[in-house]
């Protein structure tokens, strides 16, 4: 099982947005900089992060990117789906059917629900994750050991 850079590369944008200390917010330029990445990278990441409502921007010589919302209330098992879908969606059986366009195991499949099971458990852990808690120290950690 792999996350894609873009995923990655959001929550590492939502991350440098939230710790800013700036009331103005930051620029794509500064975030590219600061996180090492092209600035048509990041202007794609925060699109996308602008659209799914957990970043606001704003134009202008003073403008930036901010976030959304509160830190506790931006998930990030929704900010990941924004990214780049789920592991595995309702759709999955039909767009990888075959070559005949219907799935030979429709009605007895031990592979769907061994996708279905690894994706509940992810997001039964990343809906108890919010950005404060990747802000915060090693609490993380402790929130994990404790679910």
């Known amino acids: 099982m792999k996350f894609s850079a873009q995923e990655e590369y959001g929550i590492r944008c939502l991350l440098r947005i939230a710790k800013a200390t700036t009331s103005n917010g930051l620029t ?65 059986c039909s767009t990888h059917a075959g070559v005949e366009g219907i799935c030979n195991n429709s009605i007895d499949c031990s592979i769907r629900s061994l996708w279905t099971t690894i994706q509940n458990l992810l997001d039964g852990v990343l809906s108890k994750i919010s950005l404060k808690d990747l802000i915060g120290k090693d609490e993380l950690f402790q929130i994990m050991i404790d679910n």
Do not use: H, M
């Open 28 to 92: 794509i330029p500064e975030i590219s900089q600061l996180e090492g990445l092209t600035p048509s990278n990041v202007g794609k990441i925060l699109r996308i992060l602008r659209l799914g409502g957990f970043i606001e921007s704003a134009r202008g010589q003073t403008g930036g990117y901010k976030l959304g919302r509160i830190p506790e209330e931006i998930i990030i098992g929704d900010v990941l789906t924004a990214l780049g879908g789920k592991l595995y969606e309702d759709t999955f």
